[in-house]
């Protein structure tokens, strides 16, 4: 019986178990600005994310978590690509990123690291442990739309 | 008698399925087992011939479909040693079974004060029922604490019950660690206390052979999906008169005996609580289940996963890299092991091996609170069942193979 061996050096690229072995921005800020934290109760992946936001540019992030190597790598590339630009830059990233798993899109080079996940597309179960990091950044950032609304 | 695999394998459709190109390998048969040809024919063969409702009709099709409902009560509560089918309610699985026992009888018995005792190594099935019943009433909830080995402390378990106990209610079989309870003993405490004792079966009337009049308990719950019967279906026994002592659980048509307006009156034994119309046909079929484990003898369905059991413990530990979480001495543990891989996550051990046609579970196994006393956030589980081959431990350590060197890329070159 000739049977095709599964291939997972291209799920698991190893930039991707770089940033799962060594995650960036990992730990906590002392006074961030903007947390969220989410968790996908069917496997328990859990990410807790700080932020500070100094005008609409987000100056430094950190994260702590556990779970598989797609949702911690996610998050610690994350965090890389987005930390030091502004809000609006964080949100086009999220959306390619979003493009790239939800909808298989071509990878985007603005996309940098990220675009390693790409092959996360092929494994619908796993998509939502890849944007789990991107869920928690958003609650972080709507929260921070919603006080913007209240505040004078 | 030995259990002959190749030939019970024919029994089961889906066993001979492929899954990505390979023959399907099934290990994740605590969460749910495959259903035999029998079982499936039961099914087809009560809708295309009997349906009916049952016990409001005196048509042929409602007393054959009565009869066939109501005898299963009678299989059921010989499959676990109970004396009586009069003890039997059907429910749609163990949760709503436990939750049964919370609203039924919990509500009425339990005031602020009394104390209800748990084990950390429960599924979320045999804890959340009682913290919603802790919040109605004022009882406080006590939990023993299980030891390195992954067994229940019983010198302080022994401690937590005393005279202010009026529930323990405890796991015959580990979901996640394997671990079988001593029943029996745990009985003799929750007796000399005065307090009922409830017992998860839904991992060991699957796996062993059960006697509730041995094992001493007040109630027993266990689902039919576990033990090769359909979904939909979960048993509760209650000791003798105990049924007639709780309340209703859900009120409407079939639990009563007369409805007056200002009040009704409940009909007698297990049918005060199997309220509306049951899920007749699942019960059916589920009763082909119990034949066919009845047949096999549940003592040669245990010595069968008792063999595979220490086989995969023995290979997945040989294999290196791998831990084994709960008892490793076949005669104190079933057949659902959980193990880590270093370094590998479940949910990518899941994802690869799953390639090689393997399923397995990750996850917390709807048990956190032992998921936290083993600090870890997740576990891999394979489940055996009697169905079950060693080649197919072999796939499964093949797989974990792969997932130990794509995973090892990395590591082995910055180790260097």
């Known amino acids: 019986m000739s049977r095709a061996e599964p291939q997972f050096d291209e799920l698991y690229r190893e930039v991707i178990l ?45 994260f702590r978590g556990q779970g598989c190597s797609i949702s911690q790598s996610s998050a610690s590339m994350m965090t890389e690509r987005i930390c030091g630009g502004t809000i609006g830059e964080a949100r086009k990233i999220m959306q390619l990123f979003e493009a790239q798993l939800v909808d298989a899109a071509e990878p985007d080079p603005e996309l940098g690291d990220l675009e390693a996940l790409q092959g996360v597309a092929q494994f619908p179960v796993r998509v939502k442990c890849a944007l789990l990091c991107w869920k928690v950044l958003r609650e972080a950032l709507n929260i921070d739309e919603r006080e913007a609304t209240t505040t004078p | 008698m030995t259990i002959d695999t190749a030939r019970l394998r024919e029994d089961f459709p889906i066993l001979s399925r492929e899954v990505n190109g390979r023959a399907l390998v099934y290990l994740d048969n605590a969460a749910t087992t495959q259903k035999p040809r029998a079982v499936i024919d039961a099914l087809t063969h009560y809708y295309e011939t009997q349906n009916a409702n049952i016990h409001r009709g005196i048509h042929t099709l409602a007393v054959e479909a009565t009869e066939a409902y109501e005898g299963v009560r009678a299989k059921a509560a010989r499959h676990i040693g109970a004396r009586n089918a009069e003890d039997i309610v059907f429910t749609r699985n163990t949760t709503e079974s436990i939750n049964l026992v919370a609203r039924a009888w919990g509500d009425a018995k339990l005031r602020e004060g009394d104390e209800i005792v748990l084990t950390l190594m429960e599924h979320h099935s045999n804890i959340v029922p009682w913290q919603l019943l802790a919040a109605r009433t004022g009882a406080q909830l006590r939990y023993a604490d299980i030891d390195a080995a992954g067994q229940l402390d019983l010198d302080e378990l022994r401690s937590l019950i005393g005279e202010r106990t009026k529930l323990v209610s405890v796991t015959h079989m580990s979901n996640v660690l394997g671990t079988i309870n001593p029943i029996a003993e745990i009985a003799e405490m929750a007796r000399e206390a005065g307090a009922l004792l409830l017992v998860d079966g839904a991992q060991s009337a699957p796996h062993l052979p059960v006697d509730v009049e041995a094992l001493g308990c007040d109630v027993f719950a266990f689902s039919a999906h576990k033990m090769l019967g359909p979904t939909g279906v979960g048993v509760l026994w209650a000791r003798a008169g105990l049924l007639a002592e709780m309340e209703p659980f859900l009120g409407g048509g079939e639990m009563i005996s007369i409805v007056k307006p200002e009040g009704s009156t409940w009909a007698e034994g297990p049918h005060k609580f199997e309220a509306g119309t049951p899920n007749i046909a699942d019960v059916i079929a589920f009763g082909a289940a119990l034949d066919y484990l009845d047949a096999l003898g549940m003592a040669d369905v245990r010595e069968h996963e008792k063999r595979i059991t220490a086989y995969a413990i023995e290979a997945l530990e040989g294999s290196g890299g791998i831990t084994v979480h709960g008892p490793h001495d076949v005669e104190v543990r079933g057949g659902a092991v959980s193990f880590e891989v270093d370094g590998v996550h479940p949910h990518d051990i899941s994802t690869i091996v799953d390639a090689y046609g393997v399923a397995i579970r990750a996850g917390h196994h709807c048990a956190q609170l032992l998921m936290r006393h083993l600090s870890v956030p997740a576990t891999n589980r394979a489940s055996f069942y009697l169905y079950n081959e060693e080649r197919e431990v072999d796939a499964l350590i093949e797989a974990l193979d792969e997932a130990k060197r794509v995973f090892g890329r990395v590591e082995s070159r910055t180790a260097v």
């Open chain 1, 18 to 62: 770089d940033h799962y072995r060594r995650p960036r921005n990992a730990g906590a800020l002392e006074a961030p600005t903007h947390q969220a934290e989410g968790a996908n109760p069917v496997c328990g992946d859990e990410i807790e994310l700080d932020v500070t936001v100094e005008g609409d540019v987000i100056c430094e992030m950190a």
